[in-house]
C-alpha cells in the first residue's frame, strides 16, 4: 500500500491523502539506505586493499546455511505483507484456522518468529566464525564482515521490537482504526527494507568472493 491515510465507506476502506506518518518513514528510509551505503563503501574499500586475505577468509563462509537464513527472512516480509492487506481491511484477528481468514496479529506474529529465527541464524553463524578465529578485531576481513552484518542484525532487532509494539496496539484497539493500521503499514515499510539490504549483503558478503 501507498503512503495514504485509510477511511471507511459503504463500501469497505478507501485511500484518501498522504499520510505523514508513513511519508516521513520514507524519507528516514532513504537516510538508513545511505547509511548501508557507508557501510558497503567500506567493505569493498577493504575488500580492494586485501585480496589475498579476502580469498583465505570467505572460504569460512556457509554459504548454504546462510542462504537458508536468507530464505527464512524473505518469506517473513511476505508474511509481514499479508499482515498488511489484513490491516488495510481492519482485520486485526482471525476468522477462521484457514489461513487465509487470517487477521493482522496473526500474520505479524508469524512474521516476528521468522525474524526472530533468522536473528538466532546469524548468532549462531558467529559462534562458527569465532570458532574459526574470525573476530571483529582478528583482520580487515572480520571487521567488515561484523560491521556490515552486525549493524543489518541490529536493524532486524528493531523490527522485532516493532511488531511486539505493534501486536500489543492490535491487542490493545478497541475499536482498530486509521492510527493502528498506519503502523502496520509503516512497520511493514521498515521490514520490507531490512530484507532488501540483506538480500544485497548476501550477494556481497557470500556469494561475490
Known amino acids: 500500500m501507498t503512503s495514504t491515510t485509510i477511511s471507511r465507506s ?3 476502506p478507501i485511500l484518501n491523502r498522504p499520510n505523514p506518518v508513513a511519508v516521513g518513514t520514507i524519507v528516514w528510509l532513504g537516510s538508513e539506505v545511505m547509511f548501508f551505503a557507508g557501510l558497503f563503501a567500506i ?24 542462504a537458508t537464513n536468507t530464505i527464512i527472512l524473505v518469506l517473513s516480509s511476505f508474511a509481514c505483507q499479508f499482515a498488511v ?17 487470517w487477521g ?8 516476528y518468529c521468522m525474524g526472530a529465527l533468522f536473528v538466532c541464524g ?7 566464525m569465532w570458532h574459526d578465529g574470525i ?45 493502528e493500521a498506519t503502523t502496520a503499514i509503516v512497520v511493514s515499510y521498515y521490514w520490507h527494507f531490512v530484507d532488501v539490504v540483506w538480500i544485497a549483503l548476501f550477494a556481497v558478503i557470500y556469494l561475490l568472493k
Open 43 to 66: 567493505y569493498f574499500t577493504l575488500r580492494s586493499t586485501s585480496p589475498k586475505l579476502w580469498a583465505t577468509e570467505t572460504a569460512h563462509l556457509d554459504v548454504p546455511y546462510a
Open 85 to 101: 492487506f489484513a490491516a488495510e481491511k481492519f482485520q486485526v484477528h482471525r476468522t477462521s484456522w484457514n489461513p487465509r481468514d
Open 122 to 128: 546469524q548468532i549462531y553463524e558467529y559462534t562458527n
Open 10 to 12: 459503504a463500501s469497505g
Open 104 to 111: 493482522m496479529t496473526e500474520w505479524m506474529f508469524v512474521t
Open 135 to 179: 573476530t571483529l578485531s582478528s583482520s580487515a576481513y572480520g571487521s567488515a564482515f561484523y560491521m556490515t552484518t552486525g549493524f543489518h542484525g541490529l536493524h532486524v532487532t528493531g523490527g522485532l521490537i516493532a511488531f511486539l509494539l505493534t501486536l500489543g496496539r492490535g491487542f490493545a484497539a478497541k475499536n482498530f482504526g486509521h492510527k
